[in-house]
């Protein structure tokens, strides 16, 4: 962390990237020198690819500077089981592997004897329990589930730098597949009450009507015809379809009850149980 942002004056929100743009003018300079133009394509696609990796991770490393100087202490501190932090201690810091690289988150410990710290910037910044940023065990368990373990490392690496290892992808992976129990079993539905409505819909074209069944017209109207049998239950190119679901209850509030004196009342009932 610079100087100027420790000392918290007035300059801090402009001193918080001073770092992060004297990264990104090298890099300018750098394109206006013989030595950059003198570069195909392809190198300098792979030019600005690392360099502006590290601008990046730079940006990210200088924001979270930036909170770590704004942070101020909370005035309460009470933790799930109802036990308070009392004491912090300024200055704690942990590492996060994210897809620009590594950076270090530096925040207020909240602390009480005979209890694990607390760090309320941690929560803020939804940081993960492990070292690795969310973005990056995407990523790896992401390229693990399209081939080997070795090529998602290999992979991981050339697109982000983050030098992360075989046995690291391969926990990023299994971790990521924790909840897939869960998740399909969610999706399996639960089984309807006696109160539930099943409802049936079916599209009747192609169906045979047994005989006895016809209506007067229509079966003499079938009587008088000849030829009409079919060797199967469908006509060809016939198709039947059918549906079943269990339909949500309406979203309206119960009708008002019937009124011996007025028929109106009896009308609105009436249609609320439709």
Known sequence: MSAALETGGPAVAEAAFAASRGLFEQVTTDLTSPDAAALTHSGLEDLLAARM???????????????????RRAGQVVDETGVERTRI?????????????????????????????????????????????????????????RGSFAEAVDYVNALTGAGIGHRQVQELAVAAAAGINAFYQALVPEPC????????????????????????????????????????????????????????????????PASSTSSAPAVRTAVGRR
Request: with cysteine; hydrophobic share 45%; net charge positive.
């Open 53 to 71: 990796r590290e601008v990046t991770r730079q940006l990210f490393q200088d924001h979270l500077d930036l909170r770590a100087v704004r942070e």
């Open 89 to 145: 201690e300024r200055g704690r810091r942990r590492i996060l592997a994210t897809v620009f690289g590594k950076v270090t988150a530096t925040r207020i410990a909240y602390r009480a004897a005979g209890s694990a710290d607390l760090h309320l910037a941690d929560a803020a910044l939804n940081m993960p329990a492990g070292m690795h940023s969310l973005g990056l065990a995407r990523l790896a368990a992401t390229e693990s589930a």
């Open 193 to 256: 009450t006696d109160a539930a409505l099943l409802v049936l819909s079916a599209d009747g074209k192609g169906v045979v009507i047994r005989p006895e069944a016809l209506r007067e017209a229509t079966a003499k109207a079938a009587a008088a015809k000849s030829g009409n049998k079919m060797a199967s239950r469908l006509a060809p190119g016939e198709k039947t379809r059918a549906c079943g679901w269990t339909p949500s209850a309406p979203n309206r509030p119960p009708p008002p």
